[in-house]
């Protein structure tokens, strides 16, 4: 069986995504996009 080795310094895509989370401080600006009406009826129409 092979095994795979991964380097200690590569973060995991799990820990880029934790590290730029707002939770740990880094910069988000979520609450300043537009903001969006969802009508789950009309876009159950336009799926397939």
Do not use: C
């Not at 092979?2 to 730029?20: A, D, G, M, N």
């Not at 979520?30 to 397939?48: F, M, N, T, V, Y």
């Amino acid at each position: 069986m092979k095994t795979i080795e991964k380097s200690i310094e590569t973060p995991s895509f799990w820990q880029l995504v934790f590290s730029q989370s707002k939770v740990n401080g880094a910069p988000y600006n979520g609450e300043q996009l537009p903001g969006r009406i969802w009508d789950w009826h009309l876009s159950a129409k336009a799926s397939p």
